[in-house]
């Protein structure tokens, strides 16, 4: 059975950092590209973040670059998503995917290519 469990979310004031993580099992983890996504209340869900499986490709949305980092640990099945200088505009709930096609070689913004969910972590960013 797979997993996805995301972790790390919270309240934090305007200007703060936090680290989300996601830890897999079910799958064979260092196949999989993977993903971050966020969700703000009545939007719907966008691409914040991707990494190839063995880590040597990224890619970040322009809203969260240079502010937000992906980054992934094989050995521990998880992926990570550092975030600093968040703003209230970055409250959301926060979930982990990974790539349907294990030979991708590129990172895909597209959601509708993501196989596996977690269950998500909510940030909120507010004084």
């Known amino acids: 059975q797979v997993q996805l469990v995301e972790s790390g979310g919270g309240l934090v004031q305007p200007g703060g950092s936090l680290r989300l993580s996601c830890a897999a099992s079910g799958i064979t983890f260092n196949r999989y590209n993977m993903a971050w996504f966020r969700q703000a209340p009545g939007k719907e869900r966008e691409f914040v973040a991707a990494i190839t499986r063995n880590g040597g490709a990224r890619t970040h949305r322009d809203f969260v670059k240079d502010r937000f980092t992906i980054s992934r640990v094989d050995a521990k099945n998880t992926v990570y998503l550092q975030m600093t200088s968040l703003k209230p505009d970055d409250t959301a709930v926060y979930y982990c995917?990974?790539?349907?096609?294990?030979?991708?070689?590129?990172?895909?913004?597209?959601?509708?290519?993501?196989?596996?969910w977690g269950q998500g972590t909510q940030v909120t960013v507010s004084s």
């Open positions: 995917a990974a790539d349907h096609d294990v030979w991708r070689t590129w990172v895909t913004e597209s959601i509708n290519e993501y196989i596996y």
